[in-house]
């Protein structure tokens, strides 16, 4: 029996007399790809930034390994193990693609700002442990070949697997994918697929965002449908792309597939 990893329930977001939540509920089971898909504004981001830690629900509960997370600020929701990418490219253009890396073990570490400072052994042991960290974070990727450059000299799609490393830099067992190929071009988005594969198969869950519907259904056995902050549907492919409410939440909202 998998372990039940996140359990969203009856989660409300209320922002002034907007409902951008409306008692949703669904699991999410350890080591699953899970897609979470709907129209434009029908809450996806609002969901993410709940179970992230950004902002609390206005109603409701979220479990993380069967601990009530809700009420916790963002920074401990990452020791526990939850990791997040972001809809718009977030990389240090300026440091190199080993340092953006690097940047994510902080959570794992406790060396202080004075440690760091002072360039203390510990801290010089614990800046060594990030290096081969984030290296071998890269090197799951493919792009241990590019540790060295400049984030900024990377293309688009290198840009958003970055970010994935960063994320997994702190060993997560569950990664929110916030549009990994919004903005990818056509000819790298499988390798964003290929990426996201991977780190599955290392045994971390994804909670996958994105509009590209080939890249979802291609990545996700099971997919949860929103629509004005509620879940009009959840199953497997198959089963979403015929559901009646699916394709009318979609037609309305002019959905485009992109790929
Ligand atoms: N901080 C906020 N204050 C007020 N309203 C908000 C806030 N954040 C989101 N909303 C509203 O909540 C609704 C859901 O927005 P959300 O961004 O979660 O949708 P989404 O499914 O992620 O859309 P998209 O696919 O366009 O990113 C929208 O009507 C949005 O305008």
Do not use: W
């Not at 409306?22 to 504004?41: D, K, R, T, W, Y």
């Not at 997560?172 to 964003?192: F, I, M, N, S, Y």
């Not at 780190?199 to 994804?206: D, E, K, R, S």
Request: charged share 20%; with cysteine.
């Amino acid at each position: 029996m998998p372990e039940m990893l996140l359990e969203v329930e009856r989660v409300s977001m209320r922002f002034g007399g907007l409902q951008a939540l409306a008692e949703l509920s669904f699991v999410q089971q350890a080591g699953s790809i899970q897609g979470l898909i709907g129209p434009n504004g029908a809450g996806k981001s609002t969901l993410f930034n709940v179970i992230a830690g950004v902002n609390p629900p206005t109603g409701g509960h979220v479990r993380f390994r069967g601990q009530a997370i809700e009420r916790l600020p963002a920074y401990q929701r990452i020791r526990l193990g939850i990791a997040r990418t972001f809809q718009n490219l977030q990389i240090f253009r300026d440091l190199t693609v080993l340092e953006n890396v690097m940047v994510g073990c902080h959570s794992r570490f406790h060396g202080g700002m004075f440690a760091a400072m002072l360039r203390t052994p510990r801290m010089r042991a614990e800046e060594a442990r990030m290096r081969d960290i984030a290296y071998d974070k890269l090197e799951l990727l493919g792009m241990a070949h590019k540790a060295g450059i400049q984030a900024g000299a990377l293309s688009f799609g290198e840009a958003k697997i970055l970010e994935i490393a960063r994320a997994l830099a702190g060993e997560p067992t569950l990664l929110l994918l916030d549009e990994p190929v919004a903005g990818v071009p056509h000819g790298e988005v499988a390798q964003v697929a290929d990426v996201i594969r991977r780190v599955n198969a290392q045994g971390t869950a994804i909670l996958l965002v994105e509009h590209n519907m080939r890249f979802v259904m291609g990545l996700c056995a099971h997919i949860v449908v929103l629509n004005h902050g509620c879940k009009i549907a959840e199953g497997d492919t198959r089963t979403v792309r015929t559901h009646p409410d699916v394709l009318r939440a979609y037609l309305g909202a002019e959905e485009t597939e992109h790929a």
